[in-house]
């Protein structure tokens, strides 16, 4: 019997001790039919936001029935979202961002009768309570409270319930409300694989480390500060003026408003830089690695990439091998003056959200959530989002039970 197969079996199991009205004489087809609705074990559909094409904030959709998650894997698990965080990946990939390559990273079982990704759930944070877990998951087990960063080609966690693979979630820090953990693991484990996988820092290579984080009052900006300073590093931000105090209280060391003119010239008077973390983008690189340590293995890892974009414009052959160029031609030209030019990814790690619950629990990371809205609000969270000039994260509730 196949692992799937079992899982029917075992589930159907489950279903007819749970559920007394289920004559369990009858055949498995009839047994099934009554399964439908009688408790969350038995349901084959749930509340979700989903899009059916892509576009502005019109093509969100609340619907009563989305399809129920499946475990189709033996290490995979089912969660009961309590909270939803959102990040600016969510609005652009309402609007199609990324959808080339995506497409190739989707799960064929997770694809829809039609051969589409439609309909699709976004939402990238995920904290809620495990609800079934697979025959190979070992570390959790059902009622355990969990946090995740959930993978742009995965369904996401706008919906009642998700499912992840055991090696993308962690244990949810105990200091943290459901809302509260809901703001930090996709910004947590794409902060963690820019700084720790590409810029080469850990806790225990970071003290006295000269830091600067170019765009730092945004939801990647807060956390890394944070997990910065937890580590011992200096940590230099640019933000906007109204913004100074707020990253001076997460623990920034020195910063510099960049509206107050060109931020270059401030920042080329302070003693240069071990490692550049770019938020930005822009015409930030044509100044910005002239700031770095020459010759000391000095890194600038920045997150505006043209990978996505490539890859949607030109395809995904030939946008593969027009990011490859680009990026051996970016490195090389900076190599030759002395420091390392790198692009930085999300990966998701639940290994990576174990040590920041411990940095959390030991209150040298929080939880900056800027605005909370209901489920039923969820096109005016992504509204909030659009808008940009963040002061942190915005979160949705999804369940009354994660306040």
């Not at 199991?13 to 099934?32: A, E, F, G, I, Y």
């Not at 290490?75 to 939803?84: D, G, L």
């Not at 995904?316 to 900076?334: E, F, I, S």
């Amino acid at each position: 019997m196949s692992y799937s197969r079992y899982l029917v079996h075992r589930r159907l199991l489950l279903h007819l001790r749970k559920c007394p009205s289920v004559n369990t004489s009858t055949s498995r087809l009839d047994s099934q039919k009554r399964l439908i609705s009688t408790s969350n074990r038995c349901r084959t559909v749930m509340p979700a936001w989903v899009i059916d094409r892509y576009g502005n904030n019109d093509v969100l959709r609340f619907t009563r029935n989305a399809g129920f998650p499946v475990i189709h894997y033996p290490n995979e698990v089912i969660i009961k979202v309590f909270a939803a965080g959102l990040n600016p990946i969510d609005v652009s990939m309402r609007g199609g961002y990324g959808a080339a390559t995506l497409s190739m990273r989707r799960d064929p079982l997770n694809i829809t009768q039609s051969g589409s990704e439609f309909p699709l759930i976004l939402g990238r944070d995920v904290s809620g309570v495990i609800m079934e877990c697979g025959l190979d998951v070992k570390h959790f087990r059902e009622r355990d409270e969990v946090w995740a960063a959930i993978p742009p080609w995965k369904q996401g966690s706008l919906a009642e319930f998700v499912v992840l693979s055991a090696n993308e979630i962690s244990h949810k820090p105990k200091a943290l409300s459901h809302i509260e953990a809901a703001a930090i693991p996709y910004v947590a484990t794409t902060a963690w694989s820019a700084l720790v996988n590409t810029g080469g820092l850990s806790k225990d290579k970071c003290a006295n480390k000269r830091i600067l984080i170019l765009g730092g009052s945004g939801g990647v900006g807060t956390f890394v500060i944070q997990m910065l300073k937890g580590w011992g590093g200096h940590v230099t931000v640019t933000c906007s003026q109204n913004a100074e105090r707020f990253v001076q209280g997460l623990g920034a060391d020195h910063v510099v408003d960049y509206t107050a003119g060109p931020v270059e010239e401030p920042l080329s008077k302070l003693e240069k830089f071990d490692l550049i973390l770019d938020n930005v983008g822009g015409d930030t690189e044509r100044w910005a690695l002239g700031l770095l340590k020459p010759w000391c293995g000095a890194k600038y890892v920045t997150l505006v990439t043209p990978f996505m974009q490539n890859t949607d414009t030109l395809g995904v052959a030939d946008g593969m091998m027009q990011t490859a160029a680009t990026v051996a031609t970016k490195a090389l030209k900076h190599l030759i003056k002395g420091v390392h030019y790198r692009w930085g990814f999300f990966v998701p790690s639940g290994p990576a959200l174990d040590e920041v619950r411990d940095m959390v629990d030991a209150g040298q990371i929080q939880a900056v959530v800027e605005e909370t809205f209901r489920f039923s609000q969820v096109p005016q969270a992504f509204e909030k989002v659009e808008k940009g000039h963040a002061r942190g994260k915005t979160v949705v509730q999804i369940s009354q039970d994660g306040e």
